[in-house]
């Protein structure tokens, strides 16, 4: 063993994964960098402060010698992923020389808190063991370990577990999101970006290091499987080099096989996780020709100890687990007793080393296979019917093109624009359009964010009852959810390109006025208003179409007077260009002064609700001003605010979730029952239901959003029936597709979207006003397209939904309620129809 290194016990004064024992972030930091002042085999990099200013760490464990020369093996490793870079070397010097590049991350869901607790035990032991397994690990692997992938969750989570330590609600599960924007969400983020710690993963993964392999260390429910590991099971998400999902077996039958030699009981492989499940970054990174893994421990109470009934051990309700029995992928059932953070430590340490055991032992076969996937997907482009892909820079809305070209600039992907007019089978596209080439080795990648997607309906996407089911989203289209044309182009075509590596901040000049007009179709003239209102300044919407510079804009253009100097300085932070209106004939329309009204988003406990925090995040991006409300605010919510927010959410959790009916609901109740501290067991009852129609009676304004739509109605009995509410789903499914619609874009709430446009629809309700003596009270402003109203995903029931209404706006007394039944800003993702939230707050 190596001397003169601190233990993690010595440090900690506890063993990692004691009973009752959180080791905190801010103590673990300190370790991670007292270790490198120990070793000269271990590198740490604060990659730079969290959502809440917390640091996020890269830490690099490898041979002293790796460890000096890291730039030199990280560009390697990317000429082995990109073969095209490889000039005047051979390949196979390239993988001889090289080293595997391993990439492990823990706890992302700050709750599962296993994997940071084991992180400074696992990097201890690599740090000290002298055996001839550890030695081939450090000489032949650079590991790069994310400690922990949510420091702020990290703290909440420990602070929480310790203010209720030795009381009856020891263990509880925190009541509200443990990520400040996004809860459990973030790991649906890695392909959108929106979260920084998110950001600092793909910069690692996608632009720095091109690792071989990715594994992400999580927790699951307490009464099936102890641990799963690689591999996933069916459906397989199409586009994925073919090789990966053997590589995944083989990593995850190592892993299985030594969790086995250690005697660990209760271990799946190949069960439970689909191979199609969200891209969060363990399923993205397969298209990334990067084997990417998941391993699942039960969870304990936290970090006490749960003892679990043997008779309630049960599967999956899946075909690849379907009861807690001996199978082949599962063939040493646990049995029962006591639960502790100890052996989810334990479980996901072996897991861990085993990952960089095989890696190490299996060095040059692994850095060839990551040179032959690249060379096939890129193949598979050039040979593919969607030869490339056409983005035009003038769209709908220019600059969430541009917001879609960064986002696939960050995932790695080349990205080309014509340098001279570009011709295409007879059609002309102008200089300056981009144009993304599949024959590249993020092929996978590029299709499954670009092209139009088909979910399956087959054997493996049903579960044991035969419901339809999907893991997440049917889709993950992400041009199709900004609103962003991307136009296939089917044969190879020559032209002028040149590469473009950065989308650049555009100055925006702005000619000397007194007077300006800028264009509601883009997102960003919402952030402009905002600022322009925080300096106090008058603001009008123009209530009619307008010409604008010889251009035709459409209703809901926004109007200003204010001096020059504003005007560019607000253009420019808002990026956004402000055209003088001095030589218009606006005094010839009808303009509405925009008051700027008080905002207040519905929050809630059991667990918090991700809509919520998405819900912030994207307000804040645009710079709405916002005050949270909750239970307690509801009586005299006219003092406070003019405009209320309810997020998507189940109705039942928000009144009284005692009452439970539906599935998701009466799982939270089995989940948080009545183990939280009396304090966090929200729900606004009767009297909250009452004191929103007083809210809205007085002139208030109610905005609900998706599910949430069903507390308007009970609340103020909309006369507007929920056709889908009591369909199985055989007979009604979208779960996360993308889906067309007719949008009334001279109505005010639909201001700046276009006159067709695609929602994003995730099992949503389908409205139809049933009221047959005053239905004119009812405005629809959105409806469902009659036919073909599947874009990308999966819908049974497209006949439920033919030209049924999607957004409806009703008045009572003197305000109003606005039911918008589809998500419109869905994980900070959907920008092509956040104007339809923004459109509510003015």
Known sequence: MAKNLTCPIDFFGHEMGADRKIARWDKIVEYFFKLESESNKIKVVNMGPSTEGNPFLAVYITAENNLKNLKHYRNISEKIANPNTIVNENINDLIKEGKAVIVQSMSLHASEIGGTQMAPLLAYDLLTKTDEETNSILENVIFIMVPCFNPDGQLM??????????????????????????????????????????????????????????????????????????????????????????????????????????????????????????????????????????TESASANLASPKYIEPTLLTGSNSKSFPEYQAQSNFPNPWKGGWWHLSDIVNQQKISAWALLDMAARNKETILKNTYIKAVNQTERGSLDEEYAYLIPAKQHDSKVVKKLIQLLLNQGIEVKTNTADLTVASAVYPEGSYIVFLAQPKMGVIKSLLSKTSYPDNFYTENLNGESMAFDTATDTIAEYMGVTVIPLGNEFEGQFAVVDFVPNTNIIVEEGNCYVFDNRINNSFKALNLLQNKGLKVYRINSSVYVNKELWPAGSFYVECNHSIACEVANLADVSFI????IQLQDYHKTELKELKIGLFQRYWGGNTDEGWTRLVLEKYNFKYITIKDNDLPSLNEKIDVLIIPCDEEDVVIDV????????????????????????????????????????????????????????????????????????????????????????????????????????????????????????????????????????????????SGQAAAIKTHHGKGDIILLSVPVHFRAQLEGTFKLLFNTLL
């Not at 003088?580 to 030589?583: H, S, T």
């Not at 709430?749 to 139809?768: E, R, T």
């Open 658 to 801: 005692t009452k439970a009916k539906s599935k998701e609901t009466k799982m939270l109740l089995k989940w948080f029952g009545d183990t939280i501290p009396p304090q966090y067991r929200s729900g606004i009852g009767d009297h909250g239901l009452q004191a929103l129609k007083d809210f809205v009676q007085n002139g208030g304004r109610l905005v609900t959003l998706d599910e949430s739509c069903n507390i308007a109605i009970k609340a103020f009995d909309l006369k507007i029936n929920n056709i889908v509410k009591e369909k199985s789903s055989k007979e009604y499914m979208t779960h996360g597709s993308t889906l067309w619609v007719d949008v009334n874009n001279n109505h005010s709430l639909a201001y700046g979207m276009p006159k067709k446009a695609l929602v994003f629809n995730w099992d949503s309700p389908i409205f139809q006003v049933d009221d047959r003596f005053s239905a004119q009270n009812y405005e629809v402003y959105m409806r469902y397209v009659e036919k073909n109203i599947l874009q990308s995903g999966q819908l049974n029931g497209e006949k439920l939904l």
């Open 580 to 583: 003088k209106a001095n030589d």
């Open 157 to 294: 989570v420990t602070d929480w577990y310790n203010d209720w330590l030795d009381t009856e609600y020891e263990g509880c599960s925190m009541p509200w999101l443990y990520h400040k924007y996004a809860g459990h969400d973030n790991n649906r983020d890695a392909f959108a970006l929106n979260l920084i710690e998110s950001q600092y993963m793909a910069q690692l993964l996608f632009k720095q290091w091109f690792p071989q392999a990715f594994q992400d260390h999580h927790h699951m429910g307490s009464y099936g499987a102890r641990f799963y590991v690689a591999p996933y099971c069916d459906p397989i998400r199409p586009y994925a080099d073919p090789l990966i999902w053997r590589e995944l077996a083989w990593y995850g039958s190592h892993m299985a096989y030594k969790l086995e030699e250690e005697g660990i009981a209760g271990v799946l492989s190949g069960g439970q996780f689909p191979g199609w499940g969200h891209f969060g970054y363990h399923w993205l990174t397969n298209h990334h020709n990067i084997a990417g893994m998941l």
